[in-house]
């Protein structure tokens, strides 16, 4: 089977780099890829929103297959363009469809839908700009820190935590009135502040079916100690050393079951990989968000824990049927580090030579903001590339990826020194 793999980062490089080794897979495909999936298949450039274009690549190339990345093109609904083509509605496509992409398109949609299951989620309430007054009065109920979310898509901007009433209410008007999100806050979530450590449980369903993927651990902020702006993530740890088998069977009950019932109870069309993103407050699991496709870099240490053929269970989410599915996890650890462009997440250069990637031993570089340019490996975006490692413990792993690490360069690389740093017992 031919397959083609939308997106061009760390995430999609590693969907790519386990699909690949697959006897299922005949052609490989990823649009617009990276430098790492050229080296494993033909990357198309072609952009992931670009629908007709990418109807074109489908045909011309016998792909049965697409397996999307980012939420994108999820949220503006390739998978319910395929199935209303009579040319592509066979093609499998990896994602759920536009309705069910709506739990990380609106924040309020997926508020409404964590309440209507009893999902342990932040109490909230969401505003209008013709209800902002009675936001500003919702704001002086709540304990701070204040919680501001714009309900729409916000390049991981829309989520804003304040100390200040007075400050929260003005953010509040600036988003609502001001449209400092643009269409992305016409509507604004407020919520309940929750106080714990924060983690990543991934699940795979095909809509009635579900598998539950290794737990890992992101860091979001660019600065050592968690300090700094938020970032797409700047390393990540599986499995998570606090989710014990007591803790992982509570989010299970009561947050992975009652979701995929959920989707059913709904009819919310989801084939596809669902991103919970939990918080731990005392001993309990709550959900902070949903997201419709996997983390990156998240997907850097779950996937190469993953013994299965992945095309295996790709078809088999697709085809519903999941159950017949057993998972099976490296027991090793596994953890990446970031490496970026100085400046990320403000302004940074790009094209910039990265040398070194042909002399790590013993990592997995994954590529990211990198492409092939006159025959080098040069910088294209703020996240470079992934450095994963495996290891006995989580230590073990991050040590050797600090050690190849040694071995690259380019100008302004920055990374984190600290990835882990929260994990000690
Ligand atoms: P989101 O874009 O929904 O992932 O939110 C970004 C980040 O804001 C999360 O990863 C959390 O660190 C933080 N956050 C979101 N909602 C809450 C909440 N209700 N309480 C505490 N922190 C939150
Ligand atoms: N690493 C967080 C995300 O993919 O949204």
């Known amino acids: 089977m031919n397959i083609l793999v939308l997106g ?24 617009p890829g990276n430098s790492g999936t050229a080296e494993i298949a033909t990357n198309i450039n072609v952009s992931v929103t670009d629908f007709e274009s990418i109807k074109k690549q489908v045909l011309n190339n016998n792909i049965e297959m697409v397996v999307v990345g980012p939420e994108d093109p999820l949220v503006k609904g390739v998978h319910d363009f395929f199935l209303n083509d009579d040319e592509l509605k066979h093609v499998s496509v990896i994602g759920p469809q536009k309705e069910a992409a709506e739990l990380e398109g609106s924040k309020e949609f997926a508020k409404e839908f964590l309440y209507r299951h009893n999902i342990p989620t932040a109490a909230y309430e969401s505003f209008t700009k013709d209800t902002v007054e009675k936001g500003y009065a919702f704001l002086e109920t709540l304990n701070p820190p204040y919680v501001l979310k714009a309900d729409g898509l916000a390049a991981g901007k829309g989520v804003v935590i304040l100390e200040d009433l007075d400050e929260a209410k003005a953010e509040l008007k600036s988003m609502l009135v001001d449209a400092k999100f643009g269409e992305a806050s016409t509507k604004v979530v407020i919520e309940e502040f929750l106080d714990g450590i924060e983690l990543s449980c991934f699940v795979l369903t ?16 660019i600065g050592e100690g968690d300090t700094g702006l938020n970032t797409g993530g700047m390393g990540a740890v599986s499995p998570v050393p606090f989710a014990t088998d007591e803790f992982l069977n509570k989010i299970e009950e009561r947050i992975v079951k009652p979701t995929i019932n959920g989707f059913k109870k709904d009819n919310l ?8 993103g939990l918080i731990k407050v005392g001993d309990d699991p ?18 190469p824990r993953l013994k299965n053929d992945f095309v295996e269970i790709l078809q088999a989410m697709s085809n519903g049927t999941l159950d017949k599915i057993n998972i099976e996890i490296d027991e090793r650890a596994a953890t990446t580090i970031m490496l970026v462009s100085g400046g990320y997440p403000e302004a940074y250069e790009k094209g910039k030579e990265i040398t070194g990637v042909n002399t790590i031993e ?64």
């Open 362 to 425: 013993g990592s997995i570089p994954f590529h990211a903001g990198a492409i092939l340019k006159d025959g080098k490996i040069v910088t294209s975006g703020g996240r470079v590339m992934a450095i994963t490692s495996y290891g006995n413990t989580y230590q073990e792993a991050i040590k050797k990826s600090y050690q190849n690490i040694e071995k690259l360069h380019f100008d302004k690389m920055n990374y984190r020194k600290d990835i882990g740093f929260d994990l000690q017992k």
């Open 206 to 221: 095909d809509g009635k079916n579900y598998k539950i993927l290794p737990t890992a651990k992101d860091y979001k902020r």
């Open 286 to 303: 709550k959900v902070i968000e949903y997201n419709v496709r996997m983390g990156d870099p998240e997907t850097e240490v779950v996937l």
């Open 269 to 276: 069309p989801y084939v596809g990989f669902v991103f919970i």
């Open 8 to 31: 061009s980062g760390g995430r999609e490089h590693t969907f790519a780099w386990k699909i690949a080794q697959s006897s299922l897979c005949d052609k490989l495909f990823v649009a």
